[in-house]
């Protein structure tokens, strides 16, 4: 049994017949042709992002509507939807689990003329940018690989497409009380999913990935339909106005110091997956978090594993 460790959690996985490196797929291999899983589809709202599933099973797509529910959407409407065509890979996977032992959790990633390849053990996808189009190659049909290799997918998508309405996708956690967000972020191991589970009373959006969209009033933070880290989705699609933004510091006393200018910056980049590699991505998203600390407080916040944290971050 190996373990791999995904976004500060440990996942147990059989390795299987692993090959002896890891295969990286190539510009002819995504120009190859793939079966799809079947011929339905399905539309997801993430933010005032539509995305439309397609290449289905019909068994595929009534999981997807059942685990996704609040985050269907099957009417048009808004900007064109990207169109997410998923197929069979014809592996058993890419890259190489170790046969003993454990590893981070691995996903490679490449530059295209029309976007952005990526790949890790249970998928390799594609993502056309300006077609809004791609393609996701999942190497089983079902089960544990095929939940994680979709959902991992779906991140990398949208924090990508996200930057086009001016929003990020954040490495943090969210908490709604009194109808605000309190978001929590920091490298993982900070605390994020240690803060949800002390806030069992409030409504929690995410334990590990936040959606950052600016609104009419101001930055909000909004419901998607994979933002925790143990694959529950969240119960709300919902938008709200983010109160604030606390970077988690374990620690035995229990305070809160503001974070400002290059310092808040440093420390909210480093909370930003998927984009930062890309020089262009990369630019957009700093423009955007200096918009957002400008919009919103950002706070160093010291607490312990109690909910005594929320003594100083309610607003007095």
Not at 116 to 127: K, L, N, Q, T, V
Not at 149 to 163: I, Q
Not at 236 to 257: C, K, M, N, Y
Request: hydrophobic share 40%; with cysteine; charged share 25%.
């Amino acid at each position: 049994m190996t373990t791999v460790t995904e976004r500060g959690r440990e996942v147990r996985v059989s390795p299987g017949p692993s090959p002896a490196a890891d295969y990286i797929p190539d510009d002819a291999w995504f120009a190859g042709e793939r079966p799809t899983f079947g011929a339905a589809s399905l539309g997801l709202s993430i933010g005032r992002l539509r995305v439309v599933l397609e290449g289905l099973s019909a068994d595929q797509r009534s999981r997807l509507a059942d685990r996704f529910r609040v985050f269907v959407a099957e009417a048009a409407g808004g900007a064109a939807p990207l169109r997410l065509r998923l197929t069979r890979a014809g592996r058993e996977q890419f890259l190489a689990l170790p046969r003993h032992g454990g590893e981070i959790y691995r996903m490679g990633r490449r530059a295209t003329e029309s976007g952005r390849d990526w790949w890790s053990y249970e998928f390799a996808g594609r993502i056309r940018s300006r077609a809004r189009t791609a393609e996701l190659a999942l190497v089983e049909a079902e089960g544990p690989l095929f939940d994680r290799g979709l959902e991992n997918f779906l991140r990398a998508l949208t924090a990508s497409f996200v930057l086009d309405e001016g929003g990020l996708l954040l490495h943090a956690a969210t908490v709604v009380r009194g109808g605000r967000a309190y978001v929590f972020f920091g490298p993982s191991g900070a605390g994020k999913t240690t803060v949800t589970r002390l806030s069992a009373r409030d409504i929690v959006l995410s334990d590990d990935m936040t959606l950052v969209l600016p609104g009419a009033g101001g930055f909000e933070a909004v419901g998607i339909p994979f933002g925790m880290a143990h694959h529950h989705v969240p119960d709300t699609s919902d938008a709200f106005p983010i109160a604030g933004l606390h970077r988690l510091v374990q620690s035995p006393a229990v305070e809160r110091t503001p974070l400002r200018g290059a310092a808040a910056l440093a420390e909210l980049t480093t909370c930003l997956p998927y984009v930062c590699e890309d020089r262009e991505e990369a630019s957009r998203s700093l423009d955007i978090a200096g918009r957002l600390l400008s919009d919103v407080p950002a706070w160093r916040l010291l607490f312990r594993k109690d909910d005594s944290f929320w003594n100083v971050i309610q607003e007095r």
